[in-house]
Nanobody, 127 residues
Framework: QVQLVESGGGLVQPGGSLRLSCAAS????????IGWFRQAPGKEREGVSC??????????YYVDSVKGRFTISRVNAKNTVYLQLNNLNPGDTAVYYC??????????????????WGQGTQVTVSS
């Protein structure tokens, strides 16, 4: 059974940091593209970052608004993908979801291209 479980969200002050985790079970995570999305209240779901399959060198993608602040990584031994969030601002407040693209190895910023989703973890940036 394919399952993704996110953790690591919370309340943080502007300028602070968090590390989100996406633990996978039921499949080998490194073989597929894994994306991080976020959805703020009243807004559409947005693709934040992605890491492609290790078969194509684990190419990474970041949306412009998080470049230089967020870092995606993968630890194959733990079957887990991480998203390090630094220098957070209130605009980063959202529910963050990880998603697995079992139908492909390349990253996509389109949520419809992903097959499995975690339950989400809340990130709130506020003073």
């Amino acid at each position: 059974q394919v399952q993704l479980v996110e953790s690591g969200g919370g309340l943080v002050q502007p300028g602070g940091s968090l590390r989100l985790s996406c633990a996978a079970s039921g499949f080998t995570l490194e073989r597929y593209a894994i994306g991080w999305f976020r959805q703020a209240p009243g807004k559409e779901r947005e693709g934040v970052s992605c890491i492609s399959s290790s078969a194509i060198d684990g190419w990474t993608y970041y949306v412009d608004s998080v470049k230089g602040r967020f870092t995606i990584s993968r630890v194959n031994a733990k079957n887990t993908v991480y998203l390090q969030l630094n220098n957070l601002n209130p605009g980063d407040t959202a529910v963050y979801y990880c998603a697995a693209r079992l139908s492909g190895t390349h990253c996509s910023s389109w949520s419809d291209d992903y097959d499995y989703w975690g339950q989400g973890t809340q990130v709130t940036v506020s003073s």
